[in-house]
């Protein structure tokens, strides 16, 4: 059963990390984690950016591995609306979290927001205090993101969202 399963998700993961493109052709997307990268260093350095242009932080945790992970980052970067809030309000990055790197600490650090599947966001303060962590099957629809529901999502855990209501 264990092995039928372990299949079963190898083959899904291998058959649905392209995308379709608008000539009805399927391109495999870009991978965005990088397995050498120490996640701690990455999320200070993200934090003292953050801290210095008055922005959140916007951890996407998960890996290439991951075909809605590499679809999110796709989507953050192609749809218009979602990448100008993300550009105007966080120091968006992917932290890796693989076989080959999982990053034991940084996921502490995040209080361990795999347990709500991958990808999942975690919104850092600029003093790297965690506010918020997402699941993103809420952000969903079909094969790919709902643009109202992560527009909406990110625009409740902005800097401004959050002064507005203290």
Same mark, same amino acid.
């Given at each position: 059963?264990? $092995? ?13 990390? /392209? ?13 965005? /984690?990088? @397995? ?19 922005? =959140? ?5 998960? *890996? ?15 749809? +218009? ?10 120091? /968006?990055?992917?932290?890796?979290? +693989? ?5 034991? &600490?940084?996921?502490? $650090? ?17 003093? *790297?205090? !965690? ?9 969903? &629809?079909?094969?790919? =993101? ?12 902005? @800097?401004?969202?959050? !002064?507005?209501?203290?």
């Amino acid at each position: 059963m264990k $092995r039928i399963l372990i299949i079963a998700l190898t083959l899904l993961l291998v058959t649905v990390s /392209y995308a379709q493109q608008k000539d009805g052709t399927e391109q495999p997307l870009p991978k965005v /984690y990088d @397995e050498s990268i120490d996640a701690m260093s990455q999320i200070d350095e993200a934090i003292a950016r953050a801290r210095k242009e008055h922005k =959140y932080v916007l951890c996407q945790v998960g *890996g290439n591995w991951c075909p809605w992970c590499l679809r999110f980052a796709d989507f953050a970067t192609k749809d +218009s609306v979602v990448s100008q809030i993300i550009a105007n309000n966080f120091i /968006y990055i992917h932290v890796n979290t +693989s076989r080959n790197n999982r990053n034991i &600490e940084a996921m502490q $650090r995040l209080e361990n927001p795999g347990r709500f599947g991958y990808p999942v966001f975690v919104i850092l303060d600029a003093d *790297g205090r !965690r506010l918020h962590t997402q699941n993103s099957s809420y952000l969903e &629809e079909g094969k790919g =993101y709902n643009q109202r529901k992560v527009a909406g999502f990110l625009n409740n855990w902005t @800097e401004e969202a959050i !002064r507005n209501i203290k």
